[in-house]
């Protein structure tokens, strides 16, 4: 009986000392050693967190490809109008890319989705405002629009969707992008006056029913009381914003040096090749002919809007080949970064774009009170190179429904001092621009200087060009 007692009691000290040391290891309290892949022991070492800039992680592409559907949630918020309590917010320019659409390419021989694009306000995704909007279409016809602006539908309406045209989540996405910058600068900051006028709102569009439409499902939402006998809305030609300023040769050389590098990279893509010639058997067409019809644009909307992939006689694209493609498509993202080829083109693309914009802001800072909010409605091939010329070759691409906010701020203490801030779907990536990142967030300026920007704008953008200036960096030839 002793012997067992004993036996007990030494059992129980063994498990007691066994949770200790397991406890111990566990918060890290004592070191843990770990064999070497050739067995030896290796010596202890502190944990070290993985850098993301030095060891990228792997990119699911099924993940990514939900992230570019963007798909309406209401718990979607962002840092929009934060900084220190004695700062007061000047001036906000929004760029955003329009919301989802159908797709600009079809699939040869295949069904095209079947989807519409009426507005429902009874369908999910929905929001609480969709019924007014479309109830108010007459009213929006009040406002101004300039040129080939006049002749495009302002709500989508077709049971059958025309190539590129907005979707219902297109239009929600946009809803609920301006009910959160509503909440944050029209309620919180009292960005505009209650007696706003014409002078105080500037917007843009592209040409396409797309982004007016977006712009004005955004615009209803930031305004819910909006006269739009107030908005004018300009007409933008072209897709990089550059107006009148878009005479730039070594941009387009550039471009054509990017192309060229994409097309390398998919050459030397055997896997994807390969899913294109099974892709094009399946739909009963030359390999060359699936290649140029973009059949990713058609897939990414099928995948959207959970509708199964095209099927015929021969069998059915599926899964797989989507993800194959969508896989290239963030290894080509990936390489871009790397060459630079397109850094350079979208310097030269955006500058037109960031200097009006910079412009604004300085007249802004020194007490104008015109344009002081700003909307942009665009195309991801806008979004992109500004994200790039910004110096975030790690942003993601930009996804349906996108937006990219400047703000200007002055120090509530010593009023000539004024902060940019420039925040990407909602995160702040001041930072991580190119003419921020040297900046001590920790010092006694919590937000980045906006000479800093104003710099960046008028000069350091030409360093890489060996120029001083946006002409000589447009015309002088490096090859």
Not at 117 to 146: G, Q, W, Y
Not at 170 to 189: A, F, P, R, S
Request: charged share 20%.
């Amino acid at each position: 009986m002793f012997f067992r007692s004993r036996f007990l009691f030494l059992l129980a000290v063994a498990a007691l000392l066994a949770v200790l040391s397991l406890s111990l290891q566990f918060f890290h309290l004592i070191p843990v050693t770990q064999p070497k892949e050739d067995g030896m022991i290796a010596k202890s070492r502190k944990r070290i967190l993985v850098n993301p800039h030095t060891a990228p992680p792997k990119l699911d592409p099924i993940y990514e490809a939900y992230r570019y559907c963007n798909m309406p949630n209401k718990t979607d918020h962002g840092l929009e109008g934060h900084a220190p309590s004695d700062y007061k917010l000047l001036s906000v320019h929004v760029m955003i890319r329009h919301g989802d659409r159908y797709p600009l390419y079809a699939i040869p021989k295949t069904k095209p989705p079947p989807i519409d694009c009426i507005l429902i306000p009874t369908r999910k995704p929905s929001h609480r405002l969709l019924e007014t909007f479309i109830k108010n279409r007459n009213i929006v016809t009040a406002c101004k629009l300039d040129g080939p602006l006049n002749n495009i539908a302002l709500l989508p309406s077709h049971t059958v969707c025309e190539m590129g045209e907005l979707t219902q989540i297109g239009v929600v996405q946009h809803l609920l992008n301006g009910e959160h910058l509503h909440d944050t600068y029209i309620k919180k900051h009292k960005l505009l006056p209650d007696n706003w006028s014409t002078k105080h709102l500037y917007v843009e569009s592209t040409g396409k029913s797309r982004t007016l439409q977006s712009g004005l499902a955004l615009l209803y939402s930031l305004l819910p009381k909006l006269d739009w006998g107030k908005v004018h809305i300009r007409y933008q030609w072209s897709t990089i914003f550059c107006s009148n300023s878009c005479d730039c040769p070594m941009r387009n050389h550039y471009l054509e040096e990017e192309q060229r590098r994409q097309y390398n990279l998919r050459v030397k893509n055997s896997l994807l090749e390969q899913t294109y010639i099974d892709m094009a058997k399946i739909v009963g067409i030359p390999t060359r002919r699936l290649r140029a019809a973009n059949p990713i644009d058609s897939l990414l909307c099928h995948f959207c809007h959970n509708v199964s992939f095209p099927c015929t006689e021969y069998g059915c694209i599926n899964l797989n080949h989507f993800k194959v493609i969508k896989a290239h498509q963030l290894e080509d993202e990936q390489d871009r970064q790397r060459k630079k080829l397109y850094y350079k083109y979208a310097l030269l693309a955006t500058h037109p774009l960031l200097n009006q914009t910079v412009t604004r802001m300085q007249q802004i800072a020194q007490g104008k009170k015109d344009e002081i909010f700003a909307l942009y409605s665009a195309h991801d091939v806008t979004v992109a190179p500004l994200l790039s010329a910004l110096g975030i070759p790690d942003a993601s691409f930009p996804r349906f429904g996108a937006r990219i906010i400047f703000e200007i701020w002055r120090n509530g203490q010593v009023k000539r001092q004024h902060f940019i801030r420039i925040l990407y779907n909602g995160d702040d990536i001041t930072f991580q621009t190119s003419f921020c990142s040297g900046h001590n967030a920790h010092s006694k300026q919590l937000l980045c200087p906006f000479e800093n920007f104003l710099n960046f704008v008028r000069k350091d953008m030409f360093a890489v060009f060996n120029s001083t200036n946006y002409y000589d960096a447009c015309h002088r030839r490096v090859f």
